[in-house]
């Protein structure tokens, strides 16, 4: 059952009432109260998770799962039952990709802290990776969201750098090892998950995903969009690191048939 706050006394009522039950002031009507819930940090909260859900074309079962688990969590900070129209944030907000900037800027008339911010953040980037791959689409759109919030790109590169998956002992050995030989290095394993391909891809394959991956992160093109400096200086590290592991997979995969 969903609930709504009166305006007057602020106690809940049930959407079937009328008048509220405690003061007799007549109540929101229920088309009302969504854009109220919307409106609200939470609501607008979770129509950025929907969008970065939707940002590869479909919102798998873990994701869903992830969504449900951030409606409990409100609903027990808030002590309201507006999981229902939590859901119809997300059945409305998904698929919508033009009105990130006007919502963030809403979160921003909020006054909402830095620290919740950046909570905001880490929840977009946990969910891209609830089905363990974060993908160019997932990771455009959280780096959209970060600055339309106006935090420092910094930020979201150490919340980021913390999700991605640990390597194992040997190839962090090995990485202080090449330090000195090289500004960029990466394992085999890290080579592969940096092109988003899997070890059995075929070389055509690789080479497809690499060229897309390039372009994506070429400068010359993102200066002509003229992206804040801190984001044209991530597209160029991570433009040093796709060619790396371009390079570095066909030497390997060469020498390994």
């Not at 455009?140 to 002992?169: C, G, R, V, W």
Request: contains cysteine.
């Amino acid at each position: 059952m969903i609930k709504r706050p009166c305006n007057k006394c602020k106690k809940d009522n049930t959407s079937s009432n009328k008048f509220c039950i405690y003061c007799g002031t007549k109540l929101i009507k229920q088309d009302n109260l969504y854009d109220i819930v919307l409106n609200t940090t939470h609501g607008l909260w979770i129509a950025l998770l929907s969008k970065v859900a939707k940002s590869d074309g479909i919102i798998c079962k873990k994701e869903a799962e992830f969504m449900s688990k951030m409606f409990d969590k409100f609903i027990a900070k808030e002590n309201n039952q507006n999981r229902d129209i939590y859901r119809q944030i997300v059945d409305n907000e998904k698929d919508d990709f033009t009105n990130i900037n006007k919502l963030c800027e809403k979160l921003i008339a909020l006054e909402i802290s830095n620290i919740k911010k950046i909570e905001i953040i880490k929840s977009t980037i946990a969910l891209a990776y609830e089905d363990s791959e974060y993908n160019k689409e997932e990771e455009n759109l959280i780096i959209q969201i970060t600055h339309a919030l106006k935090l420092n790109f910094l930020d979201y590169q150490k919340i980021e750098k913390n999700f991605q998956p640990k390597s194992n002992e040997n190839n962090k050995k090995q990485s202080k090892q090449n330090t000195n030989t090289s500004s960029v290095y990466l394992s085999i394993d890290e080579c592969y998950s940096t092109l988003k391909v899997s070890k059995n891809c075929s070389d055509i394959e690789l080479k497809k995903s690499y060229r897309s991956l390039a372009k994506t992160y070429h400068t010359d093109i993102l200066k002509s969009k003229e992206l804040p400096e801190d984001i044209l200086y991530f597209a160029e590290e991570k433009l040093k690191s796709i060619n790396f592991a371009y390079e570095k997979l066909k030497k390997y995969r060469s020498t390994n048939v």
